[in-house]
């Protein structure tokens, strides 16, 4: 099983709509969990960040972990297509700060 | 906050020569700092992790002595590339991670990113 896992999509949604991305890990003592946005030939930026069960919501974005099901969620309200780009999902490993990401799913919002 | 910088932005080189990409954090200290690879259409892989002042811990399959990986500060850590070859073209990213009490302690904050050309 691998560590960090993404559907790679392409997700579609129409403009407005939401977006709802997934992911699941495997190490039970994964403490921390991040969303990076990485668009075509750019690097990686910080979307979000959740430690504990259960929502967080900044913006358009919210973000849902599940411990217990080892489960971390993005959605995004009000999709644009500005929004387009391939989410990443990582999870913290070990007392370095060491991220495992998953592949990432690429998002694409129809105007 | 939470700003990291990369140089150069793009580096095209001849086969054989050496290439220096920099990584500075430029608003906050960083204890360990990443190196990342990405070829076209492909997920971020992992090259090694450093942190400062001791050697950096390379992934299976990085070869530490073509990647020669420097971690002289809290802020700069630099990637060298040893005679480079077309096959070592890609996008090289750094990314820095903060001391607890700064951003998100364990927050891996990404540079722009470095695209290498080997001709």
């Known amino acids: 099983q691998k560590e960090v896992e993404q559907n790679s999509g392409p997700l579609s949604v129409p403009e407005g709509a939401i977006a709802s991305l997934n992911c699941t890990y495997s190490?039970?003592?994964?403490?921390?969990f991040f969303w990076y946005r990485q668009y075509s030939g750019k690097s990686p930026e910080l979307i979000m960040f959740?430690?504990?069960?259960g929502d967080k919501e900044d913006g358009r974005f919210t973000a849902q972990l599940n411990k217990a099901s080892q489960y971390v969620s993005l959605l995004i309200r009000d999709s644009q297509p500005s929004d387009s780009a391939t989410y990443l999902c990582?999870?913290?490993?070990?007392?370095?700060?060491?991220?495992?990401f998953g592949k990432g799913t690429k998002l694409s919002v129809k105007p | 906050g939470a700003v990291v910088s990369q140089h150069p932005s793009w580096v095209i080189c001849k086969s054989g020569t050496s290439v220096k990409i920099e990584c500075r954090s430029l608003?906050?200290?960083?204890?360990?700092m990443f190196w990342y690879r990405q070829f076209p259409k492909q997920s971020l892989m992992l090259m090694a992790t450093?942190?400062?002042?001791?050697?950096?811990?390379?992934e299976q399959g990085v070869e530490k002595d073509k990647f020669l990986i420097n971690h002289a500060s809290l802020t700069l850590s630099t990637l060298t590339v040893t005679s480079a070859h077309p096959e070592d073209s890609s996008f090289y990213i750094c990314?820095?991670?903060?001391?607890?009490?700064?951003?998100?302690?364990?927050?891996?904050?990404f540079g722009p990113g470095t695209r290498l050309t080997v001709l």
């Open positions: 990314s820095a991670s903060g001391l607890a009490g700064g951003p998100v302690p364990d927050t891996q904050y």
């Open positions: 190490d039970r003592g994964s403490q921390s």
């Open positions: 959740i430690y504990s069960n």
């Open positions: 990582a999870v913290n490993r070990g007392s370095q700060g060491n991220l495992i």
């Open positions: 608003d906050f200290q960083a204890t360990t």
């Open positions: 450093s942190n400062e002042g001791s050697k950096a811990t390379y």
